[in-house]
């Protein structure tokens, strides 16, 4: 049975001190609906908000990670390292490491092995682009980086996997995909899992929908049957707006 989650993504955003206020923020809400909440301070900010958030039911996730184990990989964290420091949860393949550093899907797919082979937990991160959406390409996209990126894995392996669905041209714009939009490619995706594998995995699969969700329409985005949860950007940075999109179910 899979569960709800709402992820909040800081991406580049709060320093050591502004970790821990937003930590002690968020400590504050009330987790009042089903959802699983995490979140995912920059890698500087782990262990603290590791430590602030022990014993809360909020855990913590990288933003990234290297594919080695270890090495001379200047500037890298690994696995194993995050591990160290009481991260369970990697978020792979965002749009943004996808389109700032050059991140793809073979690159990606040892990404996600090597986060498998430490036990840990993957939130993959895929999803078409504006000009692909207009030039009604997106299913096909979705597919393939599906495909290239994690139908390598064996089944058993998706117990481990949760799916971010985050159309590029709805991140941080504003525009957010329509409920109808959101559960078409959910469905999409969770009909391509089931194509794949079998209707268990498909079903089981936790798919987040990422892409300016926001208090005001986080209710209506989740109330799709295929929507199981969200990735938050922007209002992942405020607690009482990330905590009024986590009570949204
Ligand atoms: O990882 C989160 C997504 O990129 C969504 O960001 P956003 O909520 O600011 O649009």
Redesign the pocket.
């Known amino acids: 049975m899979r569960k709800n989650i709402v992820a909040g993504?800081w991406?580049m955003n709060k320093d050591l001190p502004e970790t821990i206020a937003l930590a002690e923020e968020l400590k504050k809400q009330e987790n009042t609906g089903t959802a699983e909440v995490i979140v995912a301070p920059t890698y500087v900010s782990l262990y603290a908000a590791y430590e602030r958030f022990r014993e809360s039911g909020i855990t913590v996730a990288a933003q990234n990670m290297h594919q080695a184990t270890s090495g001379a990989y200047t500037g890298e964290i690994s696995a194993g390292m995050l591990k160290s420091v009481g991260v369970e949860t990697v978020?792979l393949g965002?749009?943004?490491r996808r389109a700032y550093f050059a991140e793809g899907d073979e690159l990606l797919a040892k990404k996600v092995d090597t986060a498998l082979e430490n036990e840990m937990r993957v939130i993959f991160?895929f999803g078409e682009e504006l000009e692909e959406r207009k030039g009604e390409k997106h299913f096909d996209v979705v597919e393939s980086q599906l495909k290239n990126a994690l139908f390598h894995l064996p089944a058993d392996a998706w117990k481990h996997i949760v799916l971010?669905y985050?159309p590029v041209w709805?991140?941080?714009?504003g525009e957010t995909a329509s409920p109808e939009q959101a559960q078409d490619m959910h469905a999409f995706i969770r009909k391509t899992v089931a194509t794949k594998y079998n209707e268990t995995v498909a079903d089981d699969v936790a798919i987040l929908y990422?892409?300016?969700?926001k208090p005001n329409n986080a209710k209506e985005i989740f109330s799709k049957p295929d929507v199981d949860g969200g990735?938050?950007?922007?209002?992942?940075l405020n607690a009482e707006d990330f905590f009024a999109i986590v009570n949204a179910f």
Do not use: M
């Open positions: 993504n991406k978020i965002h749009s943004e991160c971010a985050e709805a991140i941080g714009t990422g892409g300016s969700v990735l938050i950007g922007g209002a992942s």
